[in-house]
């Protein structure tokens, strides 16, 4: 016991340097917590909201299909097999029919993507049953970006064009009978959502579809194989997501080095001061039988027991700043989430999950330990009568 008390009585006696030390220390906890969380959080809204909005629990593509080549578009469509369509009659399902098409918006010509959903179904959380409620002849359904990129809004009445599957041009007047708010720019931008039937019909593709979506939580291993389409799991689906928020994660860390290499810098000097300052006390116990190896423990003793004052202090004012963002959560403003290519909302919830809070706290702690040892390797090598002295060896 006499190791820790002599290591208590020293830090209270450096006074206001241990407070400094402590405090800069603290920051650095309060920052990497919050922006670790800050980055958790996006990643669990941005995955929350494109899984209830576009992937669910996976989707069958047919072969051929690639939504990130419009041309393939066109030919992208295959009769509904007989497993995926018991699966869409029992609820766990949901078909969909991708069509290139071209409308006519005040005058304008521009490209866009119909996309027929079954106004029943559940499984995605769009707002598909307005198409059911309208009593127009071609009901259509679009999201903000699109209204406002093609200058349209509910009640509006447009052209749109398209090929059949047997070549045909056709061309027909849609209703905008719903412009929907969702922050998934992928089930907005450039599409036009219509009734299934009625895009089936309009494109001479009956019993066919694009794409088939799984409920959320389906699992993998009771989907049936079937030939001619191929099951994307949503890991695969939010690759690009998970990617992102890797990447501006990894982006972070450079802000982390530097803040605990401050704080690091300003505990290494303040043990290295301390050293020096009482080399005489350091000679005297050594004389006094003291092993040198309970001294050099001694002085890593105070760095570590700074290390566990800053998370005492971080607690106090960084507990109250975390949960206050975690509750309320951060303005991060309507076209901000448009810009990072994410699913955002306007106000971001951090997520602080026990292993990112104990994860950074014993990161910290044992970089402090670790830099309290070092200037204390000096020690081993020390003589008792150059201590007394004054002076190193």
Avoid: C
Avoid at 7 to 20: C, D, E, Q, Y
Avoid at 65 to 76: E, G, I, K, R, V
Avoid at 342 to 364: D, F, N, Q, R
């Amino acid at each position: 016991m006499l190791i820790p008390k002599l290591a208590f009585k020293n830090m209270r006696g450096a006074g206001l340097k241990t407070w400094l030390n402590a405090g800069v220390l603290s920051m650095a906890f309060v920052v990497i917590i919050w922006t670790q969380g800050l980055y958790q959080g996006i990643d669990a809204e941005a995955s929350r909201a494109m899984t209830d909005a576009e992937y669910g629990g996976g989707q069958f593509w047919m072969n051929g299909y690639d939504p990130y080549d419009p041309l393939t578009l066109q030919d992208a469509h295959a009769p509904v097999p007989a497993p995926l369509v018991s699966m869409i009659d029992a609820g766990r399902a949901a078909a969909f029919l991708v069509v290139p098409a071209t409308i006519y918006p005040n005058g304008r010509l521009m490209s866009a993507v119909l996309k027929g959903v079954d106004p029943d179904q559940r499984v995605l959380s769009l707002p598909a049953a307005v198409l059911k409620a309208s009593h127009t002849e071609v009901p259509a359904l679009i999201g903000t970006r699109m209204a406002q990129s093609a200058g349209l809004k509910k009640g509006d009445v447009v052209t749109v064009r398209w090929r059949d599957a047997r070549g045909t041009f056709d061309a027909r007047e849609i209703e905008i009978v719903e412009v929907m708010s969702t922050v998934v720019g992928t089930i907005d931008s450039g599409l036009i959502w219509l009734p299934l039937e009625t895009l089936r019909e309009m494109a001479a593709l009956p019993g066919q579809a694009t794409i088939v979506v799984t409920a959320k939580g389906t699992a993998p291993g009771t989907l049936p194989a079937v030939p001619g389409w191929t099951f994307v799991g949503p890991d695969v689906l939010m690759k690009d997501v998970k990617t992102l928020v890797q990447s501006k994660t990894i982006g972070a860390s450079i802000m982390y080095v530097i803040l605990i290499f401050l704080a690091m810098l300003a505990v290494f000097n303040t043990q290295l001061l301390s050293i020096w300052r009482r080399r005489k006390e350091i000679g005297t116990i050594m004389a006094l039988g003291m092993p040198r190896g309970r001294i050099v423990g001694l002085f890593t003793l105070e760095g570590a027991l700074t290390g566990v004052l800053a998370a005492a202090i971080g607690a106090v004012y960084g507990i109250p700043l975390l949960a206050l963002t975690a509750i309320r959560g951060i303005g991060l403003g309507a076209s901000l989430g448009d810009s990072f290519g994410l699913a955002l909302s306007e106000k971001l919830y951090p997520v602080y999950s026990v292993l990112l809070v104990g994860g950074t706290t014993l990161l910290i702690f044992l970089v402090t330990t670790a830099v309290s040892y070092l200037p204390t390797r000096r020690i081993s090598r020390l003589k008792p009568t150059d201590a007394l002295r004054g002076r190193f060896s």
